[in-house]
């Protein structure tokens, strides 16, 4: 780091070692440590391509305002073209003593152009600048989650339509409940995804407002035209206070919710693929492309990548945790504790994208064991609260008395080592005498996942009508 010292861009005649950008005052250059501490340029190299934009639409506002010559703007910006292809061509020399991705890009533009580069940052402080390069980063981000809990759900869903009337066990606890459909369990996370998006599409809405001619915190006294740069960015509108424009870090902190929430959908998801594909249960496989083996034990198929995105949430959430923490004693406006907003975005960004994108591949690829399914829906007295059901309907017992009447037959069959259909009419009457031999075609497992067809039910029918939905809604993607 100390080596920069010698680069020209961080030399001046006067003050050997300051920085040209902010070093007027200064004597020295800062300690090593100062630097490194200080230094964001490892990490918001990212914000490179929004940087530029924002400075090009801000150069071109400054010339369309009479504020610099049109003979700057276009220099400047050709000049961060330039800088634009040498970043994206490798070429580009990023330097720890220039700090950040807007001094870096600044410095570069007058080694290109020279006296005109330093017109740009009229009217504009890195407060208000770095606070919009972000803000453009993670609407990108909101668009690409967007995307990505699509693509899941296009997945979700066509596992859905195979499998609309295959019967499973639901459960509560864990423990074999009633009978449901794997189209209706699909379909559940597709209705988690769905609100996810909403939430994606929500803080987009709400961040699309842009920072840029805040200034460092109070405005600026120069003509600047706030609607110009907010239309050439794409935002909504300019924001509406500049105090708040240059500290607000809720987009950030919506998206992380917003991400947070999403991987936990997936963790569940995973979650049940882990046990869903255990040699016990067996009502899935996984295909080779999204297991591993164990080097010890032959007969191994791990769901790793299931097991790691039940993982991925904690950095996720860590991520939302130590965000919320650097932002929450803050006084207005810009504190250099902000900076720490951007790696932990980038990563929860990067986390989640890969999480969704390995859940969509799992998904796309699983091989579902539909006999396994029914044989395990058929079995844990899974069709009780159907025969509870008959009683209340063709008994007119009350709900209680059916409940309790039936729990009795469970016991009586559990004590045989049998299942409820496995019971004779003999037995059922013996529990309760208003029983008769109807009462065996709610016991299967079919006729149970059929009679429940009340909106947003397990039954075949109300299935294909949420999947319907759904597909009606993907009509209108892309
Ligand atoms: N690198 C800084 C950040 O990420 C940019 C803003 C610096 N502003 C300042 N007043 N030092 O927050």
């Known amino acids: 780091m100390t080596s920069d010292r010698t680069d020209p861009m961080t030399d001046t005649p006067e003050n050997p070692s300051a920085n040209t950008m902010w070093g007027g005052r200064f004597a020295a250059g800062p300690d090593a440590i100062m630097e ?3 230094a964001s340029i490892g990490f918001d190299q990212r914000l490179y391509a929004q940087d530029i934009r924002g400075s090009r639409a801000h150069a071109a506002m400054l010339a369309a305002q009479g504020i610099i010559s049109p003979s700057d703007a276009d220099a400047i910006g050709k000049g961060l073209l330039t800088v634009l292809s040498e970043i994206e061509g490798g070429g580009f020399r990023f330097q720890t003593a220039l700090e950040d991705i807007h001094m870096n890009v600044e410095a570069r ?15 504009r402080s890195r407060n208000d600048q770095v606070a919009t390069d972000f803000r453009l980063w993670v609407r990108d981000q909101c668009d690409a989650a967007i995307a990505a809990c699509r693509a899941l759900i296009r997945a979700l869903v066509t596992q859905a339509d195979t499998g609309a009337d295959w019967v499973m066990p639901g459960f509560t606890h864990l423990q074999t409940a009633q009978p449901v459909t794997w ?17 994606f599409a929500d803080a987009r809405a709400r961040m699309n407002e842009c920072p840029l001619g805040s200034a460092a915190l109070a405005g600026t006294g120069f003509p600047i035209d706030r609607e110009a740069t907010a239309a050439a960015l794409g935002f909504d509108r300019p924001t509406a206070n500049s105090l708040d424009a240059v500290s607000d870090r809720d987009f950030a902190l919506e998206f992380l919710s917003a991400a947070a929430i999403c991987a936990t959908h997936l963790s569940r998801l995973a979650e049940e693929l882990v046990i869903w594909s255990s040699a016990q249960f067996r009502f899935v496989a996984m295909s080779d492309r999204w297991s591993t083996g164990s080097s010890i034990m032959p007969q191994k198929r791990n769901p790793d990548a299931a097991e790691l995105i039940r993982a991925k949430i904690g950095r996720i959430l860590g991520a939302a945790v130590a965000l919320f923490t650097v932002m929450k004693g803050l006084p207005l406006a810009y504190s250099k504790d902000m900076q720490e907003d951007k790696e932990q975005v980038f990563d929860a960004a990067d986390t989640l994208m ?4 390995a859940m969509t ?13 029914e044989a395990a829906a058929s079995s844990g007295f899974s069709t009780a609260t159907d025969l509870a059901d008959w009683l209340v309907r063709e008994a007119g017992l009350p709900f209680r008395d059916a409940h309790h009447a039936t729990g009795a037959l469970v016991a009586m069959a559990e004590s045989r080592g049998v299942d409820l259909p496995e019971l004779t009419l003999a037995d059922m009457q013996s529990v309760n005498s208003a ?3 109807q009462v065996f075609d709610v016991l299967g497992v079919h006729n149970s996942v059929a009679s429940r067809q009340s909106y ?8 294909r009508r949420q999947i319907a939905r759904w597909k009606g809604a993907m009509e209108g993607w892309e």
Do not use: S
């Not at 533009?109 to 009217?123: C, D, S, V």
């Not at 189209?183 to 939430?199: K, P, S, T």
């Not at 890969?354 to 994108?357: E, M, R, T, V």
């Not at 039910?457 to 299935?463: R, Y």
């Open 354 to 357: 890969l999480a969704l994108a």
């Open 109 to 123: 533009l007058k080694e290109l152009i020279g006296e005109p580069a330093g017109r740009l940052h009229t009217a």
């Open 36 to 38: 490194a501490i200080n």
């Open 435 to 437: 029983i008769t031999a």
């Open 361 to 373: 591949g799992m998904i796309g690829d699983l091989t579902v064991n539909r006999e396994r399914l």
């Open 456 to 463: 947003g039910g397990t039954a075949p029918d109300q299935v």
């Open 183 to 199: 189209g209706h369990h699909m379909m559940a996370y597709v209705e988690m995804l769905g609100r996810d998006i909403g939430r």
